[in-house]
């Protein structure tokens, strides 16, 4: 597929699972990556697997909850490339599982910061960048958002919190920034299927005297197909947002969860 062919992406919070597959697929589909973490043999790895699919790719570590790194983040992927097209917001960070009561002050800003604030800066810095875009259909924010939004369950409260807020950010950034010809829209995956899950899935299994094969189907249960998504489903889902065949799309969530949540 070349929906993405030439497009520049940046792509923040490269790692395993659905960070891996944003940056492989994005490349299949064309694209050249500024590739985005903390960590830069994570990076590094990431790279090499966007290379391999003769595609450019920009190494720069980055704490995106620091403003000048940010500052420096958008100066090098300018400087790198002249223009960005897409800027994908993968990055994210989970508060203790417990109730949203009994959860310090710190430790829900903490996710603030990575889960809202950070997207917020972070557009707000390149939106000149994505508003100069000529690749049709102009500037995209993809914000990777969570079926936990749909969610009451009080151990996913504190991440529902911060997730909350950025489905509000993502609606207002849209509508503040669709003047400019950028448009702004969410995935929200449930349960992936990937390693960090099928570790927990383990845990869960050891912990209830039962198989990882009952965890995965009790997962499962709620959803329309009865299986959960693949990182590469969910990266799918969420790079037709920056597609032209999502041209007209703006201010949207789109829940990639195997028909778990719908009216």
């Known amino acids: 597929m070349t929906l993405l062919q030439d497009k520049v992406i940046v792509l923040s919070g490269v790692g395993p699972g659905l960070g891996r597959a944003l940056g492989e697929e994005a490349a299949r589909m064309g694209a050249d990556l500024v590739l985005v973490s903390r960590t830069e043999k994570r990076l590094e790895k990431m790279a090499e697997a966007v290379r391999s699919q003769g595609r450019r ?6 704490d995106i909850t620091d403003e000048a790194q940010r500052v420096a983040l958008v100066e090098a992927a300018v400087a790198e490339f002249g223009r960005v097209d897409c800027l994908v917001h993968n990055a994210f960070g989970i508060p203790p599982m417990d109730p949203i009561s009994t959860l310090s002050l710190d430790s829900l800003r903490t996710a603030q910061e990575t889960n809202v604030f950070a997207p917020l800066r972070l557009t707000a810095l390149f939106a000149d960048a994505l508003a100069a875009s000529e690749q049709k259909p102009g500037g995209s924010v993809i914000m990777i958002n969570s079926c936990v939004v749909h969610s009451s369950q009080p151990e996913f409260s504190g991440y529902k919190l911060s997730k909350g ?16 010809g950028i448009r702004v829209n969410s995935v929200a995956p449930s349960y992936i299927y990937e390693d960090v899950n099928k570790a ?50 703006t201010g949207q969530m789109l829940n990639v969860d195997c028909g778990e949540f719908h009216a």
């Open 57 to 62: 790719a920009l190494v720069v570590p980055t």
């Open 165 to 180: 807020t950025l489905e509000h950010l993502a609606s207002s950034l849209a509508t503040e920034l669709g003047p400019r």
């Open 200 to 249: 927990y899935f383990d845990w869960l299994a050891s912990e209830s005297g039962r198989t990882h094969e009952d965890v995965y189907r009790e997962k499962a249960e709620p959803t329309d197909l009865k299986r959960l998504a693949t990182p590469d489903e969910v990266a799918k889902a969420a790079l037709f947002f920056a597609s032209d065949l999502a041209s007209a799309v």
